[in-house]
């Protein structure tokens, strides 16, 4: 069943992300996509995620559908204007691409070519409107397409720092889901204490929510997101566990497969996040009993 | 200069339409020049807008006041005493101070008669062209002081591109080809050299790639 579909049925879908390389060389990411194949609804991919030059998702899209691997693309504002976002949606209909996400770019600043020039033509809400009107046959200048896309639109909220922030990040996504916006990722659980609560607020924008999953892969990472990251809420108690283990990469995989189990009875589904440790999704899988 | 162009009355008359009194304040420096929005065009604009709400029927006190500078905290102090007294302000500046008025003035309403257009100079009585986009990183030193950001269409770095005719650039006679004029007066200065230099792709930071700018002169800031 399709990922649009699973999402209509309310049947519970299992997300994973799969970067592209910086460069060429596929085979990592061809070998990650067949070793889940069957066992995830479908394969979100990023396009120049955190501001770093990589292959484009649309490649990244195509590679995964080759592989039988249904595909979740990336699409914002950053680095192209309302005439090459829309050629690339077109384009990525044509190429089989059924579902799109539309994400926050990173500042051009923080990314490998800060002497790049930023482009944000369209933001993220004119972008789901944007996606909207291609549905409808009409570009963005009004004029008829010759054969209209379609696709399931999804939007994120970013993580948040405190109770104000969240509050800006809903009324923003609460615009989204207004302009067209048909799920929606929220950031990395790391305590389903504060989720619950998290979600009840969530849940009032009346779209289906996809929770991130995030792998720690290090106590050091654990840290430095417990430190640096206040909002992600993650705990004293999660940063001895890991300590304490014998195998803190084994238990980063634990505590993410637990995660997702305990978040299956409480959401739509989940979006696993293991930013290069994707041979590790088949283990998270078997923890979470999935 | 800050060029600029005032707005459409139509679109004047509904920002002020809701008041009894409104302050109208020109500046006396870029858009005086500009003849934008300096005293004279105050008074201009003051009687456009009070003939036109006339024939709709109804009336408004327009206070005329123009600054030395609108973009300066200094002479935009000296409006205090005025502000009690009006419900709104209308700034005939440049955006840089109609937003130094929203800055001071919290609690009061304040709008935009011009629309700001760019760094322009003067070519001939009654026009401006743009001269500079404020790219951070001036380039003047090896163009032959004509700029390709400001002037070429496409911002080459390496022009011209083959939408160069006769001088002109493709989109329309009425605009010269930047590297064309780049081309001749580094001819005049016996520099031809500088024009087959390929220039690197262009660092945007210094120009507001990485958000809004600031300087800050430590010899000097408070």
Not at chain 1, 100 to 125: R, W
Not at chain 2, 160 to 174: A, V
Request: charged residues 25%; glycine residues 10%; contains cysteine.
């Amino acid at each position: 069943m399709s990922f649009q579909k699973r999402l209509q049925s309310n049947e519970f879908v299992v997300l994973a992300e799969m970067h592209t390389p910086k460069g060429v060389n596929i085979s990592r990411l061809v070998t990650d996509a067949r070793r889940i194949k069957g066992r995830v609804d479908a394969v979100v991919v990023p396009d120049m995620d955190n501001g770093i030059m990589r292959m484009s998702a649309m490649a990244g899209g195509v590679l995964m559908q080759q592989q039988g691997v249904e595909t979740i693309m990336h699409v914002y504002c950053r680095d192209r204007n309302r005439m090459a976002i829309q050629g690339d949606i077109l384009a990525a209909h044509v190429l089989g691409i059924q579902n799109l996400i539309v994400v926050h770019s990173e500042d051009m600043s923080q990314g490998d070519h800060s002497d790049a020039k930023p482009v944000y033509d369209l933001d993220e809400i004119g972008l789901i409107k944007a996606i909207g009107q291609l549905q409808k046959g009409k570009d963005l200048a009004g004029f008829d397409l010759d054969g209209e896309p379609s696709f399931i639109t999804g939007c994120s909220i970013a993580p948040y720092a405190d109770d104000a922030a969240l509050a800006a990040e809903l009324s923003v996504a609460r615009e989204k889901v207004a302009a067209g916006a048909r799920f929606i990722i929220t950031p990395p659980v790391f305590d389903l204490q504060h989720f619950t609560s998290f979600l009840a607020k969530v849940k009032e924008l009346g779209v289906p929510v996809i929770p991130t999953v995030f792998l720690l892969k290090s106590l050091a990472i654990a840290q430095y997101i417990a430190n640096s990251e206040p909002g992600a809420h993650i705990s004293d108690e999660l940063i001895r566990r890991i300590r304490k283990s014998p195998d803190r990469e084994q238990e980063g995989i634990l505590i993410a497969g637990e995660t997702i189990a305990a978040l299956k009875a409480m959401t739509q589904g989940v979006l696993i996040q293991t930013l290069g440790w994707e041979h590790k999704l088949p283990a998270i899988l078997d923890i979470a009993g999935l | 200069m800050i060029t600029a162009e005032r707005k459409p009355l139509e679109e004047l008359i509904e920002y002020v339409r809701p008041f009894k009194r409104i302050l109208l304040l020109g500046c006396n420096e870029c858009v005086t020049v500009c003849a934008a929005g300096g005293r004279k065009e105050v008074g201009l604009l003051a009687s456009g807008l009070h003939m036109a709400l006339l024939k709709s029927g109804s009336t408004i006190e327009i206070r005329e006041h123009t600054l030395e500078r609108q973009c300066d905290p200094e002479y935009v102090e000296e409006l205090v005493p005025m502000i009690d007294g009006v419900d709104a302000i209308m700034s005939m500046a440049c955006g840089c101070g109609v937003q130094e008025l929203a800055r001071r003035f919290k609690g009061k309403p304040v709008f935009p008669a011009v629309n700001t257009k760019f760094m322009g100079a003067s070519e001939r009585q009654g026009v401006w062209a743009e001269r500079c986009q404020g790219c951070g990183d001036c380039l003047l030193g090896k163009t032959g002081g004509i700029c390709p950001i400001a002037r070429c269409a496409k911002q080459l770095m390496n022009g011209p591109c083959g939408g160069s005719t006769g001088g002109h650039c493709e989109i329309g006679d009425d605009v010269d080809c930047a590297w064309a004029l780049i081309w001749e007066r580094l001819k005049e200065l016996g520099q031809e050299e500088r024009f087959v230099e390929i220039m690197p792709a262009k660092d945007w930071r210094p120009g507001g790639g990485s958000g809004p700018r600031k300087i800050i002169r430590e010899d000097l800031a408070e």
